[in-house]
């Protein structure tokens, strides 16, 4: 099958006109290719559920247009366990644990989070030797993941329904949940910005991250602390 723009705006069509706002076509040569071969045609607004695949892998291509895609692993991987034992890697724990990944192609982009699952006792039971200061700094590279979410212009797409700005307000609000790690900081999210949203704003977010003086430890009383010219 050969793939033309006319075919190309067929579908985005019939994506717009369905309730669901998307519309896949079936790429198979026959019934007989066991694969999943589709090409789909997705619209901001549409919800796409979370889904497993058990027994398969999963390639997607884009060809234009942009989509965040999060994934999530129920088995928290040994490398990180690994890497904090070995105090000359241990500054790039953050990057295994929470990383956003820009593929760009022909000025496209695509979001990538990824989450791990896993009981909390799991956690608390590992070896793992860690101070307040690792996990301060744990706590700011989500905390920028979360300012990407609020701020970034390349989120607000997702503003522009009302199923994406609950997307964008649960990913951002899990994202800063506030005491994880015995670290309390002032910056979760409850507000997500649906207009305004530009680089400058993004950078003056993840400055205030940066600032030492905005996390705490869980032990240590509540502090008296207003964020400076906070949005």
């Avoid at 026959?30 to 589709?38: C, E, H, K, P, V």
């Avoid at 949940?177 to 305004?196: A, C, I, S, Y």
């Avoid at 400058?200 to 502090?223: D, G, M, P, Q, S």
Wanted: proline share 3%; aromatic share 6%.
């Amino acid at each position: 099958m050969i793939i033309t723009q006319a075919l190309l705006d067929k579908l985005t069509a019939e994506a717009k006109a369905s309730p669901r706002l998307r519309m896949n076509m079936d790429l198979r040569n026959s019934d007989a290719d066991q694969s999943q071969r589709m090409l789909n045609a997705i619209e901001p607004g549409t919800i796409m559920p979370i889904h497993r695949h058990r027994h398969t892998s999963e390639t997607v291509a884009g060809d234009k247009g942009q989509v965040p895609v999060t994934t999530m692993d129920l088995e928290f991987p040994q490398s990180v366990w690994d890497n904090a034992k070995n105090p000359v890697i241990q500054k790039y724990l953050c990057a295994d644990l929470f990383y956003d990944n820009h593929s760009e192609i022909n000025m496209e982009v695509v979001d990538e989070y990824r989450w791990y699952l896993c009981n909390s006792d799991f956690i608390a039971n590992q070896e793992c030797p860690l101070g307040h200061n690792e996990y301060v700094e744990l706590t700011k590279s989500r905390l920028t993941i979360a300012n990407a979410i609020m701020y970034h212009p390349r989120m607000g797409w997702n503003t522009r329904s009302k199923e994406g700005m609950v997307h964008l307000k649960v990913g951002a609000k899990s994202i800063s949940k506030n005491g994880l790690l015995h670290v309390l900081h002032l910056f979760e999210r409850e507000q997500v910005l649906d207009d305004n949203r530009t680089a400058r704003i993004l950078e003056r977010a993840n400055e205030r991250v940066k600032a030492e003086r905005y996390f705490r430890t869980e032990e240590e009383k509540e502090w008296a602390m207003a964020l400076e010219d906070c949005e």
